[in-house]
């Protein structure tokens, strides 16, 4: 887990002499090479490269290894930081040694805090003041309100119009948090809000700021107030939208929804017939909302949102979905852009069309370059090895075929859980681990092995399905909710996506054509639903999107792509920044969803200097990443290091940071 679980003043004011004592020990007493376990800690490494001595601490409870009796956590599994020190010749080889040992000693205490501390934020979250915040109790008003929330973060009640065209139809209430910047707002080296939308669409605002407030406070640096809010219809933004009602009833859609189209022959008709019911109770439920929720119009009001804090001009960072609503606010309002990072860019024509076509093209590759990194770190640390990338593939589809005629199932004594692990459960873990590969794949490797052997929980425990048994299952709960309303939900993404685009006609006869072309781009097309989803969607957005996507904005753009996206390729981030005059195309020689699926020092510069002084990277500039999918540690140069703080921040992002999946 995450650094940040400790505080940082002591792991840092200790740091410089844990590491020299941990050097000079390993200098000492380590001279034969380390037989590394694949499953447990701790282990201390050392390596002569160039003259350079690389002592690396590496300290793993399960390295999120699902072993078959069920026992260990899944999730106690740490990642070591590997830093470089030219070795010099001590004059007392004794006190190296206990200042070794104490290192080691210190090293040890702060690691097995963080184990203890990240095990049970989950728990914290749901038991502890500092996570809960009465909402209700903030009155909504046209200027901005803020008041203390949570932990040191202050919280504001925006009230808007729910109809810009129609101030008759109501108001809605946008839920902001804000993280301060420490620079009083008059002086002149205070830059104004910047706003971050993490994606889905559906995803929270407010939550991001409560999980990873932190380490984007790093990468932007203190100048800024960073202001994470809830879209319409979503999280603690009232009205919310709720057209499942209970968890229950999202339990069953989801079971039902989530099957691979090509599983059986009635799946995609069985989807279909879902998607149908759910349109009805949209309208039915949640309609006169739902007209409300479109993209539009909460680029409308990040504008309000810019403007109660007296700025004219946006600065924005948003993620996958957040880079449709951050192009649509450029295309309606190019005169009020400040600094805006688009990033996992999307067509935004592909989108306001409701095709959802052309997302999968770099998804296949995604998946090769986890066998390729399994491939290159061989049979120890990777258990479906194979000598190439395509015979780990065949390997993979071979129990992908079993599984067809003969779905396995487990029961776990412990925790109660069982369930039926079958091809579309598999096929969509296997497309969820897509995007976030440094972090879970690994663990899918793992996962697929052991389904080999006949134990499919752990594959199950990485799938969507797992949610949907979990709503299903779970004890009706009445007490109040301390996160608000569930914002990643599928009505909230058919709400938004369907609402926002046009209508999907045909029958399943038609989507049966789409998927077969589209299965031609990426063998992931039949676990890909929203196109078929919104063939059911009844209610149509009010406000109707219009404007054009080439336009001259008043502050050139900065888009991101990563290299091997799964459902966000590179070539929509090279089409949507030829629209916008004068924007940069950054790229990331990475896989995964999005630049926060991989750590890279060099993207979190980039986007530094972009926010704090406008700096855009050279065109056809490409950021290398830090991150390995077998690796167990990243490489710092020196502890004197300015990135270092950097560096962190931007791989705590990748352990932690969800980008809502579409």
Known sequence: ???????????????????????????????????????????????????????????????????????????????????????????????????????????????????????????????????????????????????????????????????????????????????????????????????????????????????????????????????GFDPRGIGFTTPTLQTLQTKGEQGLFLKDFLVAINSSDTALGSIYASAQNLGHLGAARMGDVARYVNTPTVARD????????????????????????????????????GRLVIDGVMDAENYYAALWSTNLVDADAT????????????????????????????????????????????????????????YSLVKQAIFRTLYTPYTDGKTLTIALAELELGNAEPIFKLSDVKDAYKSITAPCDCSPSRSGPDAERMENVMAIACGDGEPVEGDVASLKEFYDEMAGESTFAEVWYLRVGCSGWKVRAKERFTASFETNTS????????????????????????????????????GGHCTLAATSKCTARAIRAYFQNGTLPKEGTVCEIESSIFADELSVTGLEDPDWELMRASHELQQSYFIPRL
Request: aromatic share 8%; hydrophobic share 40%; proline share 5%.
């Open 555 to 590: 502050f050139p753009l900065l888009l991101i792509g990563n290299t091997a996206d799964p459902v966000t390729p590179l070539r929509a981030a090279r089409k949507m920044s030829r629209g916008f005059k004068n924007s940069v195309l950054l790229t990331q020689n990475s």
């Open 367 to 422: 998946l090769f370059q986890i066998y390729q990194a399994c491939v290159d770190a061989g049979p120890v640390l990777c258990r479906i090895y194979e000598k190439t990338t395509e015979g780990i593939h065949a390997r993979v589809q071979n129990l992908l075929t079993r599984l067809r005629t003969e779905p396995v199932s487990f029961y776990n004594a412990t925790s109660g859980v069982y369930a039926v692990v079958d």
């Open 302 to 337: 990040m504008l309000s949102i810019t403007k109660a804090h007296g700025r004219d001009k946006l600065q924005y960072w948003g993620f996958s979905y957040g880079t449709i609503l951050g192009a649509t606010f450029a295309a309606m309002f190019p005169d009020h852009v």
């Open 1 to 227: 887990m995450a650094l940040s679980s400790v505080p940082h003043s002591l792991y840092d004011h200790g740091q410089f002499y844990v590491h020299w004592g941990l050097a000079a020990y390993v200098l000492l007493e380590s001279r034969r090479p380390v037989t590394r376990n694949p499953h447990h800690g701790p282990e201390i490494g050392l390596r002569k490269i160039d003259d350079v001595f690389t002592v690396s601490l590496s300290l793993r409870l399960s390295d999120s290894v699902l072993y078959p009796n069920g026992q260990v956590p899944s999730k106690l599994a740490t990642t070591g930081f590997a830093v470089e020190r030219k070795s010099s010749n001590g004059s007392s080889v004794t006190l190296l040694k206990i200042l070794g040992v104490l290192g080691c000693a210190v090293v040890l205490v702060l690691r097995l805090g963080i184990w203890e501390r990240s095990s049970s934020v989950e728990d914290a979250a749901e038991d502890s003041d500092e996570y809960y915040f009465n909402w209700t109790a903030v009155s909504p008003s046209e200027d901005l309100k803020w008041r203390a929330c949570y932990d040191g973060l202050e919280c504001a009640r925006l009230q808007v119009p729910l109809d810009y065209s129609d101030h008759s139809a109501g108001n809605a209430a946008i839920a902001l948090v804000r993280s301060p910047s420490t620079i009083p707002r008059d002086d002149e080296g205070y830059l104004g809000p910047i706003l971050i939308n993490p994606g889905g669409p559906g995803g929270s605002g407010v939550s991001i700021i409560l999980s990873d407030g932190k380490q984007l406070r790093t990468v932007i640096g203190d100048a800024h107030d960073i202001i």
